[in-house]
């Protein structure tokens, strides 16, 4: 049996658990066994619904007053047991913040080794698996020697597609928690910002340092705004404190995903370019037509973005009426 | 308050990073190397910590000889001692982890203190296992939270009470509250580390640099080989070479929906 994690917040099903989902049900069709799946903190039914849709047969549900709110230790706690009690083959979570965490939790409680992080994985004696090394612009093949394989999935490896949707059974998990675990929990909450964020944005606005000081920004702001989309910068941008260090696009910052990466005054140094390849399309606004995120990009403008980024946003509001 | 820091020598992050011909490792020939970014910063929020409430920090690596140069530059930014356990930055996680929380013991145990809080990168540059930090911590019984962008400790930041730690989110933070002694996994964005100054520049030239020789049973895990993802090829069409090109520009941005 592989076990997917699903990752959640306070009951809603993170997009990282349909990734899971996706990369998992090919997964398992390939070790020729069953796809059942690990809902820690919740026993919802609509998400154990969910998980079925993506051809999970079962749904261990795990309900504790100390899973309140996500915690790494007592998340890492429940997986290790039910890894000892359910016996499955492997363990397969989505490579997001939460995903690596838990199963690294996990893991030191097994004294088990995990592969982060993986783009490929092939199951055997021992287990292949191809991974992101440098945060994506290095592959390394590697081997696992495990007795269960612990496993997370590169965020955006695949898409989260459904697919042999079954009616999911829930099964009851008892986990021995006890107050320890609540060392961990999360206390409190700060929202900085309602609405649109930069992981979830169908558009980004990138700059770099072509965009020429922190001013310079105001016309990536309007733009994004009129787009309903978010600002994002590179590393060199944050290094000069021209950004906020949470509006970092690359290997260090965000991974964006959007329908459209419109970078301006960005060259795409490779540190940049993996936290922005999962964009589905990329324009480049850039004076040289050689720089490596014009060679990429599905769309260039070889210009000065102070001239170009006005005109797009008189064109915007031309057409928006 | 007594803080360790654990960081890794490596590459400098934008290189185009080429692997050697049978695959076994990076081509360092034409490298520059640097400490991993997220760690940086913890070197950064350690020294600042000291800086508010006194103590001292300790950074520590496993790597060659060369990863002296990493310890140097921590002492120039502040940091007061440097550990090296010769090893090397590919030995798998479950190793890794296993020699750098035998490190911690002896140190503790010769300063007869433990470290207030310890601090490692979310993940190295690198290899990025995103483990190494949570197997250390859970091999000293030490509570651990990783992507921490923001550290407050209650107190001096000595003996027992708490650290308070921020986590972000998608739009906004997760706050945890600790008991000391702690471990968090820290990311890039906790501070803007600082550059060295020329005493600082000095008195990293005099840092004495310990060396602790331990070593650890492999782990399960294995490299085979390393090699390059296939290049993205586009055919970037070229949608103009002034303000005119807005024109295509918006029919794009119509034609996928985001207008």
């Given at each position: ?251 260090t ?69 | ?6 960081v890794k ?26 400490t991993s970014p997220h760690e940086e910063c913890g ?76 601090l490692f990168g979310n993940e190295s540059a ?20 990783n992507g921490i962008k ?35 996994g820290v990311k890039e964005g906790l ?69």
């Amino acid at each position: 049996m592989l076990l997917v994690v699903l990752e959640h917040d306070r009951g809603a099903l993170a997009e990282a658990a349909r990734e899971a989902l996706a990369f998992g049900r090919s997964l398992a069709e390939k070790m020729d066994e069953d796809l059942q799946a690990a809902l820690i903190g919740s026993d919802d039914g609509a998400l154990v619904a969910e998980a079925g849709d993506y051809g999970a047969e079962v749904v261990h549900t795990c309900v504790h007053e100390v899973l309140s709110d996500y915690g790494p230790d007592a998340h890492g706690a429940v997986l290790a047991q039910m890894v000892a009690e359910l016996e499955p083959s492997a363990v397969l979570a989505c490579g997001s913040d939460r995903g690596n965490e838990v199963m690294a939790q996990a893991a030191a409680r097994l004294d088990a080794p995990f592969a982060a992080n993986c783009v490929d994985v092939t199951p055997g004696s021992p287990w292949t698996m191809t991974r992101v090394q440098w945060g994506g612009s290095l592959l390394e093949d590697s081997s696992l020697e495990a007795e269960v394989a612990l496993l997370t999935c590169g965020l955006h490896a695949v898409a989260a597609q459904p697919g042999d949707s079954v009616d999911a059974d829930t099964e009851a998990f008892e986990a021995d928690l006890d107050e320890s675990h609540r060392v961990t929990v999360v206390k409190d909450r700060t929202v900085q910002e309602a609405g649109v964020t930069l992981p979830t944005a169908p558009v980004v606005c990138g700059g770099g340092r072509g965009v020429g000081s922190a001013e310079g920004f105001a016309q990536l702001e309007e733009l994004a705004e009129l787009l309903g989309g978010r600002v994002g910068c590179s590393r060199a941008v944050t290094n000069l404190g021209w950004r906020p260090h949470s509006d970092q696009v690359g290997q260090t910052g965000t991974r964006i995903a959007p329908e459209i990466y419109i970078a301006s005054g960005i060259s795409g140094a490779i540190q940049h370019w993996v936290g922005a390849m999962a964009s589905k399309h990329i324009l480049a606004i850039n004076t040289d037509r050689e720089a490596n995120m014009v060679v990429k990009a599905d769309w260039a403008v070889i210009a000065d973005l102070h001239e170009v980024i006005p005109a797009i946003i008189a064109e915007v509001r031309n057409r928006k009426g | 308050m007594r803080i360790l820091c654990c960081v890794k020598r490596v590459p400098a992050p934008g290189a185009k990073i080429n692997v050697t011909a049978d695959g076994s490792d990076v081509d360092a020939a034409h490298l520059g190397f640097t400490t991993s970014p997220h760690e940086e910063c913890g070197v950064e929020g350690a020294v600042q910590l000291r800086e508010q409430h006194g103590g001292e920090v300790t950074v520590l690596t496993v790597g060659p000889p060369e990863a002296a140069e990493q310890l140097r530059y921590a002492a120039s930014v502040g940091a007061d001692h440097g550990v090296l356990i010769p090893g090397d930055g590919a030995w798998d996680p479950q190793r890794t982890a296993a020699v750098i929380g035998e490190a911690i013991d002896v140190l503790e145990s010769e300063a007869k203190e433990l470290f207030d809080l310890i601090l490692f990168g979310n993940e190295s540059a690198d290899s990025g296992g995103f483990q190494v930090g949570v197997r250390v911590a859970h091999s000293l019984r030490r509570p651990i939270v990783n992507g921490i962008k923001g550290i407050e400790v209650s107190g001096d930041g000595s003996g027992t009470g708490t650290v308070t730690a921020r986590r972000a989110i998608d739009g906004g933070f997760e706050v945890y509250e600790l008991p000391r002694p702690c471990v968090l996994g820290v990311k890039e964005g906790l501070n803007l580390p600082r550059y060295p100054t020329m005493k600082g520049r000095l008195r990293s030239k005099k840092l004495e640099i310990r060396s602790l020789d331990i070593d650890a049973a492999q782990g399960g895990q294995r490299r085979i080989r390393l090699h390059r993802p296939p290049e993205q090829v586009s055919e970037t069409v070229i949608l103009g070479d002034g303000p005119d090109a807005a024109v295509a520009v918006v029919d794009v941005l119509e034609e996928l929906g985001v207008l």
